[in-house]
């Protein structure tokens, strides 16, 4: 029997072995796990918390999918580290007088991976191929006003709109390219990939990693600087950490923000802090009592302490909000703050007829930090004896809840506890879904059920608007009424810590949340 | 004639929670080489214990020995080494049990399991030891014995298999067997073919056998001598013939008298009324007294000594204690019978 | 043979000193050393559940924005949390929370699956088989995959966790009461009941139920543990008890951000239900040992 | 043997069939719409609509049931709704860790629960036995994922001696193969230990002690080789839970394996994936008890296969 027992430990190994060998196939070298993070220059890997969804360069929802693409696939224009627009596959574009024909100018220089050249055709390809879905992929958002695409010349696209859109260059100027014929042919972008992006789809092990190498005919001269850049989906924040200390990782985010202080201890890793577009706030039913007093929203928000909620819920890392637009956004505009005041805001509800309170439910996903943003809310409400139960719920159960009923009256939400993240030069995206009267779910996400003509009104004007000037006035306009209807508990839009082993440079995170490595190299 | 075992005083006990059964309570008797011995009692008497006492095969149960001898070839086993008594158990005196079914280790190939004594006490190498255990298989009288080296115990018969354990007994030769209710478990037909066999074993190779039994039958059919045992003690020991013949012990009167008789017709058996003291409360004076249908005063006062007697008869019993009163006392230290 | 006479001896001596059983029962298992200390924590733990709420040395529902994620200190011995609360408070006053989720989750799991057991064991048959089927289905998938299907379903909270975990341990209480169940059936005084004409519902409840009791309440006792992990796990992930609730898993939960840098949050609610499940576990062993005449050694 | 195999596996397909019809229903039952959350809480309800249409999600549940299996029964598993690769390959790519880390945990687990059984049983009340008892039920006591997070804290953010996730060398399997075995290996220690202590009081063992055997062949030879016929089958069905992947386990290390595939699947509504990978995991389990059924008869020759 002792046998036996030697006979079990033998064929465990045996097994173990026999079972590496065929993964050892497929996998790499595996030595880039330097342990004492002696990193290879040659190489970056690149840790995150979602996974990667799709690798469909139409159909990228979440902000990972977008980055890791943009390695791959090009659009015509990209935002500098300030959020300014510069080209990219276009060298400029024009807006007819009438504001509804963008003629954009392409470069003559790039063929995509699989051989096939970047001209006009190539875009209209793409752009039909997104129209076409009318919905199915997930960029048709983007071109939801354009009437039609045309090419003028070899390298000159023509594109149409059916409204005065001010938000559009932001919109289509993102979008990215992938070769015509790999369309045409549908291949598997899970498997291959044909764009004219510094890095060519090498490897993905769906939940484990993705491995893009260099593209050796990269249309610019001496980009990219590294061979090859992996990235990982690491969901545990604890693990994430653990990697970049030990240089398995060489940059990651998110970083948990209690994490900063420990990493920046580090002698060999940088933290820098990102301020994002990402407004955290918790939507109030207007259509409800007793929430349809404004006197009561405004009472919640000045019962809020928004420095303490900094504080405790993002520890430290955010920006006290005073708009409904991040400071971020390029329309933003400041509003007069609500300061914490206990006395002003029981006053505010006993104006109301609530003075002693009343109970509620905040709704929220279950992760942990929305979780601590809602038992934060909870604690602060509490003191104007405004008695909150959480409910959290699984992000697919909470999305049906919240889209199931048809119309206000319908509606069971109270609180939503949530966050909102928009590009940085699209006041549309930050304010339309959110508080047009027209987005009430299952349309939108006015959870707030926030219905004012004039708002509507200012929104409409603000896309349509013809000129920058006039749009940031009629959002100026827009964040003051929105401000003081309050639809919202405003709380903080967060600043969002990256952290990287030292010498990496070329790669950024923009306020947006996505991250671009164009540039990337080792010291 | 010296006794090739010699089992003197020993006691034995079960240890539990927080108390101690005295199950063995000073037994002595002698076995000589060559001899078949019974012995026999009513269960709980005692008379398993005491053969796997002298084979210390307590292990694994709270019995522990507590007093006593148990000399072989004048070597008292209890003092040996754990080590040396296993050079000894299944060499040079081995055993036999009740139920072969359970006895034979049911995942393991009965081959295996022969072959493992074997070359154990024989040194045998392997291929030898095989040849060695096949044909003890057929000198047991198993047909096909080849093959049967490669089967299972589930797959033979409760016959075969007490044959099979026969022949692992017998494998190493030992000088002394102890049968423990070695035919209980088995058809009336079958206890036959095995207890001939046991005899066939005596007379071919001399072995020395001690059989324990709750059958008189058994005794009467193999033993040359029997050892009567209740609650503990030797009430009686004898030539079976004479034992069978004259019974002096109230108690093997009674169990003879349970046997059924061929031949006779008995509409109901007889039974000794009353039942076997509790051994964590043993009544004063003789152990039997409240079942016995001769009792006096005095057996409830004090329990009577084994005594030897002039034909060479040991008893314990006050009906004779009286008359015999130069009988030898053999309770402490007995000498061999005859 | 002479092995099975010896042990039935000694039980014939047992019988017959008279003794109570619950008294033999009480005196073996006072021999086993560790269930008799986990017997002592378990009480402690119980004293903690009942005077929690007056024992706690802070308030534990009070936040202090001042004094957030502090190392375990003399002010407070087991650190403070991510909103300044005293994780030693929470920790006391949780253990209601924990101990109940466990138990309740696993008493309601026991009714049920006794009562499928009981249902499945004496009728056999097609009834038997439709029953065990079922059970091998629900054993074929993994651990939480149930429950979290379930929680998904019916909404998260304490109430749909307790739900979801008595639904995955019905199955081997269905099991085990079933096996029981076979064997009692067989013996014969129940056969003769059946002769005179007892109703079926009466056998069960009167003659079958009784004997599986001792069973089932070893089997309920080893189960608390593995509901009360479960139940954390559920937490863990987001999905069991209402995230200001001081309940162990959900503590467990909310302070795995903090893992590296405020070790104590996540050290010593795990600790926590280490040490209650390995009590109630080595009780629970201890108990089979005394009351299982099958395992007992 | 070949046909009691055979015959037991068809007996395996109504079964089947079964589960995966109830599983499909189930999973529908749990409230969230795929289309809804692919499309972003920015979508209008018609592009919702037009996703929905697109991955085939407004056809009748009956229907939708309907076309998956006629594809199953062609050997496709479908496709992913999000990330529209096929399942087989998303299978493919984390069955092979899974498969590793299960025969890893289940390895030393058996190793060590073998090994503090046998020590336990035949120590039985003394020190040795108390050492083991306290190790197993520890084992079975200790929450899985808080165990992954303290060795995380110990071994990879103190002393960096092994990975704190994912799997690029073997110090990858480590940590979390200690995580998941724990409790095997105590269950194993436990189930070793009772049962070798039965067997240790059967009759055959004192035939074998009567023998002159020592105890080292008594225990080894005899006793164990009885006892891993339950021993056998706890760690089968451990192995076949393992397979299907340890959602807790998985998460807390980064561990690309069936666990983390199903919970995101199921996060994310992905049916197919969902529902093709809950029909794996009950195929696996009933083959991983079938081959435990088989093994039996190799430690038990009392079973027969007819």
């Known amino acids: ?523 | ?338 | 043979m002479s092995e099975t006479q010896i042990t039935t001896d000694q039980t014939q001596f047992v019988e017959t000193k008279q003794d109570s059983n619950f008294k033999r029962l009480l005196r073996s298992f006072k021999k086993n050393k560790l269930a008799l200390y986990s017997l002592y924590v378990i009480i402690l733990l119980l004293l903690i559940v009942i005077f929690g709420p007056w024992i706690t040395p802070y308030d534990p529902q009070e936040a202090n924005y001042d004094s957030i994620l502090e190392a375990p200190s003399w002010q407070h011995l087991a650190g403070t949390d991510e909103f300044g609360k005293d994780v030693l408070s929470r920790l006391i006053v949780g253990a209601r929370l924990s101990l109940g989720v466990g138990v309740s989750a696993v008493l309601l799991g026991a009714v049920a699956g006794t009562i499928l057991g009981l249902i499945s064991g004496f009728f056999g048959k097609w009834v038997d088989r439709v029953i065990m089927r079922i059970c091998d289905i629900l054993f074929a998938f993994p651990d939480l995959v149930l429950a979290i299907a379930m929680v998904a379903i019916l909404g998260p909270g304490m109430k749909n966790v307790i739900i979801a975990i008595a639904f995955f341990s019905t199955p081997s209480f269905a099991r085990i009461v079933r096996g029981e169940t076979l064997e009692i059936k067989e013996r014969l005084f129940i056969e003769a009941e059946r002769s005179i004409g007892a109703k079926k519902s009466r056998i069960i409840l009167r003659h079958v139920f009784p004997q599986t009791i001792s069973t089932i309440i070893v089997y309920i006792t080893m189960n608390i543990g593995g509901a009360i992990i479960s139940a954390a796990s559920l937490s863990f992930l987001g999905l069991g008890a209402s995230p200001s609730s001081p309940e162990w898993g959900a503590m467990l939960s909310a302070s795995r951000d903090y893992i590296g840098h405020a070790f104590h949050l996540i050290f010593f609610p795990g600790l926590a239900v280490f040490i209650t499940v390995l009590v109630l576990n080595l009780f629970g062993d201890g108990l089979r040992d005394v009351l299982d005449p099958k395992t007992r050694d | 043997m070949g046909r009691y195999i055979i015959k037991r596996i068809i007996g395996l397909i109504p079964l089947l069939l079964a589960v995966s019809f109830l599983i499909f229903i189930f999973i529908h039952l749990i409230p969230g719409d795929p289309a809804r959350l692919m499309a972003g809480k920015d979508a209008t309800n018609d592009e919702v609509e037009a996703l929905r249409t697109y991955l085939g999600l407004d056809k009748p549940i009956l229907e939708q049931y309907f076309i998956y299996m006629k594809e199953l029964f062609q050997g496709d598993l479908g496709h992913s709704l999000r990330s529209n690769a096929p399942v087989t390959q998303l299978f493919g790519e984390r069955f092979l860790p899974s498969l590793q880390l299960s025969i890893l945990s289940i390895g030393w687990a058996m190793l060590i629960g073998i090994l503090l059984g046998v020590i336990s049983a035949v120590f039985r009340g003394r020190w040795p036995d108390y050492f083991g008892t306290i190790t197993a039920i520890s084992g079975i006591s200790v929450p899985n994922f808080w165990l992954g997070l303290v060795m995380i804290q110990l071994f990879a953010v103190q002393f960096n001696i092994f990975p704190a996730g994912g799997i690029e060398t073997w110090k990858g399997y480590v940590l979390p193969s200690f995580a998941l075995g724990a409790g095997i290996m105590a269950m194993i220690t436990r189930f070793t230990r009772s049962s070798l202590v039965q067997t240790l009081q059967e009759d055959f063992i004192r035939t074998a002690r009567s023998r002159g055997l020592g105890e080292r062949a008594i225990i080894f030879g005899h006793a164990l080789k009885k006892s891993m016929i339950t021993v056998l089958t706890i760690a089968g069905l451990q192995f076949g839970f393992l397979l299907g992947g340890s959602i807790v386990v998985e998460t807390v290390f980064s561990f690309p394996g069936m666990g983390r595939l199903l919970i995101d699947s199921i996060q994310f509504r992905d049916y197919p994936v969902v529902q093709s990978l809950l029909l794996i995991f009950s195929l696996e389990f009933i083959l991983v008890n079938l081959i435990v059924d088989i093994l039996y008869g190799f430690f038990n020759p009392k079973i027969r296969y007819n």
């Open chain 1, 1 to 523: 029997m002792k046998n036996l027992l030697a006979g079990i430990g033998l064929s465990i190994i045996a097994m173990f072995v026999l079972s590496a060998c065929a993964t050892s196939g497929s996998s790499d070298e595996g030595d880039s796990t330097g342990g004492d993070g002696a990193a290879d220059k040659s190489e970056v890997t690149i840790a995150f918390q979602e996974n990667i969804q799709t690798m469909d360069p139409h159909n990228g929802s979440a902000g990972i999918d977008n980055s890791v693409q943009y390695a791959i696939y090009e659009s015509m224009f990209t935002p500098d580290e300030d959020g300014e627009l510069q080209p990219l596959l276009a060298t400029d574009y024009e807006i007819s007088d009438d504001g509804l024909t963008y003629t954009f100018k392409l470069r003559d220089d790039v063929t995509f991976t699989d051989g096939a050249e970047f001209n006009a055709d190539a875009v209209k390809a793409n752009l039909d191929r997104i129209i076409d879905s009318e919905g199915s992929l997930n960029n048709y958002k983007s071109l939801r006003d354009v009437e039609k695409v045309e090419v003028a010349d070899d390298y000159e696209v023509e594109v149409t709109l059916n409204n005065i859109n001010s938000q559009f260059i932001n919109k289509i100027g993102m979008l990215r390219m992938a070769s015509p014929d790999a369309l045409e042919n549908d291949i598997d972008f899970g498997e291959e990939s044909a764009g004219t992006g510094p890095f060519v789809l090498e490897k993905w092990n769906h939940g484990d990693s993705l491995v893009a190498t260099k593209n050796e005919d990269y249309w610019e001269e001496d980009l990219p600087k590294v061979d090859k850049v992996t990235f990982k989906p690491i969901p545990e924040d604890g693990s994430r950490i653990a990697m970049l200390k030990t240089g398995e990782a060489d940059y990651i985010f998110p970083v948990p923000v209690n994490d900063v202080e420990s990493l920046e201890a580090e002698d060999n890793i940088e933290v820098s802090v990102v301020e994002s577009t990402y407004v955290n706030y918790a939507t109030i039913n207007t259509s409800k009592e007793p929430f349809n007093k404004k006197e009561v929203r405004q009472a919640m928000n000045y019962a809020l302490n928004q420095e303490d909620f900094v504080k405790v819920v993002k520890n430290g890392y955010g920006i006290v909000s005073d708009s409904a637009l991040p400071a971020t956004n390029n329309y933003y505009a400041a509003q007069e703050p609500y300061d914490y005041d206990l006395e002003k805001a029981k006053e505010l509800l006993a104006d109301a007829g609530y003075e002693d309170g009343f109970s509620t439910e905040i709704w929220g996903s279950d992760s942990s930090k929305d979780k601590r943003g809602m038992q934060f809310i909870q604690q602060q409400l509490g003191e104007i004896g405004i008695d909150v139960e959480i409910k959290q719920m699984e992000r697919g159960t909470l999305s049906d809840e919240i889209n199931k009923p048809e119309s206000a009256e319908d509606s069971e939400v109270e609180m939503w506890y949530v966050g909102w993240s928009s590009q940085v030069g699209d006041a549309d995206n930050a304010t339309n879904p959110l508080f047009s009267s027209s987005s009430f779910p299952p349309n939108g996400s006015n959870t707030a059920y926030y219905d004012n003509e004039k708002a509507d009104k200012l929104i409409e004007e603000g896309l349509h608007a013809k000129s920058e000037e006039e749009a940031a006035e009629k959002y100026a306009e827009l964040q003051e009424i929105l401000w003081d209807d309050a639809p919202w508990l405003f709380t903080a839009v967060d600043e969002e810590p990256t952290a990287m082993r030292k010498g990496l440079k070329g790669i950024w995170r923009s306020a947006d949340g996505n991250f671009y490595l164009r540039e990337v190299e080792w010291e």
């Open chain 2, 1 to 338: 004639m010296t006794g090739l075992l010699e089992v003197n005083n020993l006691k034995t006990a079960f240890i539990s929670d927080d108390k101690t059964t005295q199950v063995v309570r000073g037994v002595s008797f002698a076995v000589n080489k060559g001899e078949i011995v019974g012995i026999v009692g009513e269960s709980g008497c005692g008379k398993s214990v005491t053969s796997l006492s002298i084979m210390r095969l307590l292990k694994g149960t709270s019995g522990t020995i507590q007093d006593g001898e148990v000399r072989f070839h004048d070597q008292n086993l209890l003092d040996l080494s754990e080590q040396k008594m296993r050079k000894i158990r299944g060499n040079s005196m081995s055993m036999i049990f009740q139920d072969p079914m359970t006895s034979l280790n049911p995942v393991l190939k009965i081959g295996r399991q022969l072959m493992q004594g074997i070359m154990l006490h024989l040194k045998y190498p392997k291929e030898k030891a095989r040849k060695y255990a096949v044909s003890m298989l057929e000198s047991v009288g198993i047909p096909r014995a080849e093959s049967i080296m490669n089967e299972y115990p589930h797959q033979l018969s409760g016959g075969m298999n007490q044959r099979v354990m026969i022949a692992m007994a017998m494998s190493c030769n030992p000088e002394l067997l102890i049968a423990d209710e070695p035919t209980t478990a088995l058809d009336v037909t079958i206890q036959a073919q095995i207890l001939e066999l046991m005899k066939e074993l005596r007379e071919k190779q001399n072995t020395t056998i001690l059989m324990i039994t709750h059958d008189l039958g058994v005794v009467s059919e193999v033993c040359d001598r029997v050892i009567v045992m209740y609650a503990g003690r030797v009430v009686e020991e004898g030539k079976t013939a004479e034992v069978f013949e004259n019974p002096k012990h109230p108690y093997t009167e009674g169990l003879i008298k349970s046997m059924p008789k061929i031949g006779q017709k008995q509409s109901r058996l007889y039974a000794i009324p009353g039942q076997v003291p509790d051994p964590a409360n043993m009544p004063k004076g003789c152990k039997f007294a409240a079942r016995c249908p001769h009792v006096m005063d005095i057996c409830t006062e004090k329990e009577p000594d084994l005594i030897k007697d002039e034909e060479g008869r040991k008893h314990r019993c006050w009906l004779y204690q009286g008359e015999y009163e130069g009988g030898e006392k053999v309770d402490v230290k007995s000498s061999t019978g005859n």
